[in-house]
């Protein structure tokens, strides 16, 4: 029962032992489907070690040097640290059911560095990024990217948020215009977000050009290739739509993604001066630690701009640099 006999079902080393347990710990999993194929591509590779290295009975002197021989590939330290928790899951499982001892008791995983690995935009550069694109909104394509960014920069939804909207979903609420969503991990759409007025002329134009791929249950943003015209976008397309609005724009660099949307609506809201349990409620964080990552990075980086402000007034004159008179 707690052999890990390797077996070779398609070039991988994969436990016999996994093929059992792993069966019945993804199916115990209440989960969505996206969320068990991140488990189960997480909890493989632990299997594939032990096949690999003759691991029979894993002690917890494996599980650490599992851990530290993911440290030496090139995975990132999130990657480790999801691995290492999902290791810790399976066998805190298999303890719970008498199936063998949880010997992944509290081993830590990777240290995760918290600050944004993805840069806001200044309130300038998302001025001008929207302007450029801004200057293209008489073809369906043009209304469309100029609507899509305008309204990720404004609220800050995600790309997935971004997929799933459907023209049906920008109603009236309390006398504004929201934009229902289905947030990340949820499975309906109960939040929603306050759409501009800007932004929402922005969308209703580009609705306007569609013709009848306009119905309310069409999807918001649609493709306008040939070969899925008015079908629904991917993640990667509006992705990739984003970042080119950027680089249009003068703006590339690969710390700027259509995440940084995301970042740049919500540092703004704080430098707005709003409240931290007014922000999280906006952005829809979970826990106001996440909001708590960018009221310090804001924090640290405005004592970095005064400090140089004042080393550029008495070098050169001015607080920006210049020469002064």
């Avoid at 969505?32 to 194929?37: G, L, V, Y």
Wanted: aromatic share 8%; glycine share 8%; charged share 25%.
């Amino acid at each position: 029962m707690n052999a890990l006999t390797p077996t070779n079902p398609a070039g991988a080393l994969v436990p016999a032992f996994s093929q059992r347990l792993f069966n019945s710990f993804i199916s115990y999993l209440d989960a969505s489907k996206k969320s068990i194929e991140t488990y189960t591509r997480a909890l493989r590779p632990f299997f594939t070690y032990c096949g690999e290295n003759g691991i029979t009975r894993p002690q917890r002197a494996d599980v650490l040097a599992y851990r530290d021989a993911l440290k030496g590939t090139n995975k990132s330290a999130s990657t480790v640290q999801l691995y290492i928790t999902v290791v810790r899951l399976f066998f805190r499982w298999t303890a719970q059911n008498g199936l063998y001892p949880d010997v992944a008791e509290h081993v830590k995983g990777a240290k995760v560095d918290r600050s944004h690995k993805k840069d806001a935009l200044t309130g300038a550069q998302a001025r001008d990024i929207l302007r450029v694109s801004g200057k293209n909104i008489s073809t369906e394509a043009g209304a469309r990217d100029y609507a899509l960014v305008s309204l990720m920069m404004a609220t800050g939804i995600r790309t997935i948020e971004a997929v799933r909207a459907d023209i049906g979903d920008l109603r009236a609420r309390a006398g504004e215009t929201v934009l229902f969503i289905q947030g990340k991990g949820h499975d309906d759409k109960a939040d929603w977000v306050k759409v501009p007025q800007a932004v929402e002329k922005a969308i209703r134009n580009y609705i306007s050009l569609r013709g009848t791929y306009a119905r309310d249950t069409e999807p918001l943003f649609a493709s306008v290739s040939p070969r899925d015209y008015g079908g629904r976008m991917t993640t990667r397309s509006i992705s990739r739509i984003v970042k080119n609005s950027f680089i249009k724009a003068g703006y590339k660099s690969s710390r700027l993604t259509a995440h940084s949307t995301r970042h740049t609506a919500v540092t703004m809201a704080l430098q707005a001066g709003r409240s931290l349990e007014e922000v999280k409620d906006f952005a829809r964080h979970v826990s106001i630690a996440t909001t708590l990552i960018y009221a310090h990075d804001m924090s640290a980086g405005a004592a970095k701009d005064a400090c140089g402000d004042a080393i550029a007034a008495q070098l050169f004159g001015g607080a920006d640099g210049s020469l002064g008179k």
